[in-house]
């Protein structure tokens, strides 16, 4: 039954609707993920490289994921930076975040945010807490969005040759389990204490 209604016929005819609401959902499904970060990103930015194709699919999906995380950012920089800051000191895991981001600045922005399973909310959320300036944010965002986007649209761009292609599947899944795996690595060094770091606040 889930083989009938899951073929050909019918995700083409998905596909189709979708991209006859024009590029409004595109973009604003992925900008959404940036404040609800349950929502699954990947799929959404496959789905739309799968309904607009490659290029113009992945346009959409970058507008949108950069969007929502700059506007995440402002939103806490600008408004609700000392609520924030009083939440942190009660979370080990967003205190050791900011950290990292105050540390490296750009450059860890920048790679977190070139693997689609790392923690992008928290990253835009610790970012706007940090003393890291709006340009570099940007600059970061709008690259490593511009990596994670063209990975994941290049994976889901044509998804028929998935169907009729087991072998290219397989492929495919293996990618996403080692991205998914790197996203994690990612996340596990952030929640480690550094011991350079420990040995300062014990001195302390």
């Known amino acids: 039954m ?5 073929n050909e016929e019918t995700i083409r005819q998905w596909l189709g609707q979708y991209r006859a609401l024009g590029p409004l959902p595109g973009i604003l499904l992925p900008m959404l993920e940036a404040v609800i970060p349950i929502l699954p990103l990947f799929l959404f930015v ?11 699919g992945s346009l959409l ?7 929502g995380a700059l506007i995440v ?3 806490v920089r600008r408004l609700a ?8 000191t009660k979370h080990a895991k967003i205190e050791k975040t900011l950290r990292w981001i105050e540390r490296h600045g750009f450059g860890m922005v920048f790679l977190l945010l070139c693997f689609p399973f790392t923690p992008s909310a928290l990253i835009n959320v610790v970012a ?19 990596v994670m986007i063209s990975i994941v649209s290049f994976i889901g761009h044509d998804v028929f040759a998935l169907i009729h292609q087991p072998l ?5 899944l293996v990618a996403i389990v080692l991205l998914w795996g790197a996203g994690k690595l990612i996340e596990v060094k952030l929640n480690q204490r550094p011991r350079k770091h420990r040995t300062e606040d014990q001195m302390r």
């Open 2 to 6: 889930i083989k009938d209604f899951l």
């Open 81 to 88: 930076r000392q609520r924030f800051m009083r939440v942190v």
């Open 73 to 75: 950012f402002i939103v």
């Open 61 to 67: 999906s970058w507008l949108g994921a950069s969007l």
């Open 168 to 172: 290219q599947m397989v492929l495919i």
């Open 128 to 146: 706007g807490l940090s003393n890291m300036s709006i340009r570099s944010f940007v600059l970061a965002v709008l690259l490593g969005k511009m």
């Open 46 to 56: 496959a789905g739309n490289a799968a309904a607009y194709g490659f290029w113009y």
